[in-house]
């Protein structure tokens, strides 16, 4: 008889890579992220609902969830199983909205605590209307409950779930129906006679033979007519799918079925009841289910982790080419910023025309003002021309359509406003500096400060058109004065130019950095898989 492995130590490192699945982030919209999101939703619930609580506490008792497509008739299923109304059931589909589990009485404990699906509140009296979970969210949206219910019927050791339909038109019903399959000890998945060949039930009795879990098959709502050949097909299908072995029940249409509303008669469930009870009451049948799921889905890790892990390096492989795109378009227009710079660029148009008329026709505050216009110009285009060849690259890639990874400027100042603030204080530092050397000089022969700022602007940003200026600066501080001035006024130049490049380098790149798309996941990822399978 196969026994179950509860070694603390197993159970320390299954905990262990929990923890790196549920870190596990996809954000970037590649081709196969909604596959990677929903297997790690996949598997952080297999995890946090069945594997670490069965091996924690293997004697709870075993939890059997029906499932299936919308109609399959799984609450007239579940409540022909107990002998009596637990689950709604009846014409309107979906009809299960919230999940109902029943269990014996003396079984009610373990169901009540949150040792399996802690995210589900628990609510034990009797449901009298679907209405009942809007009122228990506060009338806002239907709440994420579990209906408890128990039943002297069952034998203990064994629960049933009644799980909404896989294939809800509502998305809600949807993940909470996959959820709480996963959450399984016993996956029972219904289906009828019209519809046992529809891809839904087929793709969650794949699923339970790629993970080797303990299934068995209902086919209900069998014409008696057909029975004979509607289960020959039925189970060829199953042989041809590798499933032959699987466990299968057949349960004929009666009128009690045909609406939804009655029980079905106690013989037509009599089989499938049977096989559970000996399951939940034999010790060696109990291990053997017990056992079955648990190592089906712990074998099924080598294969789910590594394919996360995959789809981890995708992102960060993705971003990584993003950020590339960024530093190689900023860190080309810094270098050309930088040479227009020497080139005496600023110095043009209203600035250059300014120049030209002081002193005569032009005070050193106008110039002044020209020249830092002419430069927040300068830095503004180059900024604009960088995010537009980023945008360029990044249509490219299919990871930059992110939410919140578009050109626009995310700021409600814009570019325009944070390149003028930056400049006006390069301004103001520099007439500072200005200011300074003045103070140097003996009262009596002092230059105006802002004269002499106009002059060091003028020198550092026109090139060879602005020679002048650093004679006119010479003449007014000395060489010695005005050789000081400029390295000092150059140094602070070139400090502010690249803090705009960066600062705008860093707005562009900080949505794809608050989507913390890192390398460590993916190490983590097989790092804790390799500790778990050198445990087993």
């Not at 509502?170 to 996959?178: M, Q, S, W, Y």
């Not at 430069?375 to 690259?393: F, Q, Y």
């Not at 390398?519 to 500790?531: G, T």
Request: proline share 6%.
């Amino acid at each position: 008889m196969v026994t179950l492995d509860v070694r603390p130590q197993l159970i320390d490192t299954l905990s262990a890579l929990r923890d790196r699945v549920a870190a596990a982030r996809f954000p970037l919209p590649l081709a196969g992220a909604p596959r990677a999101r929903a297997n790690r939703d996949e598997l952080l619930a297999q995890l946090d609902d069945y594997l670490v609580p069965r091996l924690r506490e293997p004697e709870a008792p075993l939890l059997a969830v029906v499932g299936g497509s919308t109609g399959a008739g799984k609450s007239t299923l579940v409540n022909s199983l107990v002998g009596r109304r637990v689950s709604e059931a009846g014409v309107l589909r979906p009809t299960t909205r919230t999940p109902v589990l029943v269990c014996h009485p003396e079984d009610h404990h373990w169901f009540s605590s949150m040792r399996v699906l802690p995210d589900l509140t628990r609510v034990w009296a009797p449901r009298q209307d679907p209405a009942d979970d809007f009122l228990l969210s506060g009338g806002e949206e239907p709440a994420r409950v579990l209906h408890v219910e128990t039943a002297d019927t069952l034998p203990r050791g064994l629960a049933l779930l009644d799980a909404p339909d896989v294939d809800s038109l509502i998305a809600d019903n949807r993940a909470l129906a996959a959820e709480l399959i996963c959450a399984a000890d016993i996956w029972i998945m219904v289906t009828t006679a019209a519809r046992y060949a529809d891809a839904v039930p087929w793709h969650l009795l794949r699923t339970a033979k790629e993970y080797d879990v303990a299934l068995v098959t209902v086919l209900d709502r069998v014409p008696h007519q057909v029975v004979s050949e509607v289960s020959r097909q039925y189970g060829a299908l199953l042989t041809k799918a590798g499933l032959g072995e699987v466990p299968r029940f057949t349960v004929p249409e009666l009128p009690e079925s045909a609406w939804g509303a009655g029980l079905l008669p106690a013989t037509a469930v009599a089989p499938l009841k049977s096989w559970l009870a000996h399951h939940a009451q034999d010790p060696d049948a109990r291990q053997q289910v017990m056992a079955r799921t648990v190592y089906g889905l712990l074998d099924s890790l080598k294969s789910r982790v590594p394919e996360l892990a995959g789809a981890a390096a995708a992102q960060y492989a993705a971003a990584l080419r993003l950020i590339a795109a960024v530093d190689a378009a900023y860190d080309n227009e810094h270098a050309r910023v930088r040479g227009r710079l020497q080139s005496g660029a600023v110095l043009a148009g209203d600035a250059l025309k300014r120049w030209r008329a002081f002193p005569l026709d032009c005070t050193a505050a106008e110039l002044l003002d020209a020249l830092v216009e002419s430069l927040a110009a300068l830095l503004l285009c180059a900024v604009t021309a960088t995010d537009e060849r980023v945008d360029d690259s990044w249509r490219r890639e299919p990871a930059a359509a992110a939410p919140g990874l578009t050109g626009r400027d995310p700021s409600p100042e814009g570019a325009e406003h944070r390149i003028g603030l930056a400049v006006r204080r390069w301004r103001r530092e520099l007439e500072e500096y200005a200011e300074d050397e003045v103070r140097e000089l003996e009262r009596a022969t002092a230059p105006d400060a802002e004269v002499v700022a106009a002059l060091v602007a003028t020198a550092l940003l026109g090139g060879r058109r602005a020679r002048s200026a650093g004679e006119g600066l010479a003449e007014r501080l000395g060489a010695h004065g005005a050789l000081r001035l400029r390295d000092r006024a150059g140094r602070l130049l070139s400090e502010r130019v690249d803090r705009v490049m960066y600062r705008e380098r860093d707005r562009r790149l900080t949505p794809l950095y608050a989507l913390e798309v890192h390398p460590e996941p993916q190490a983590e990822l097989i790092a804790a898989l390799s500790v778990l399978q050198k445990e087993r």
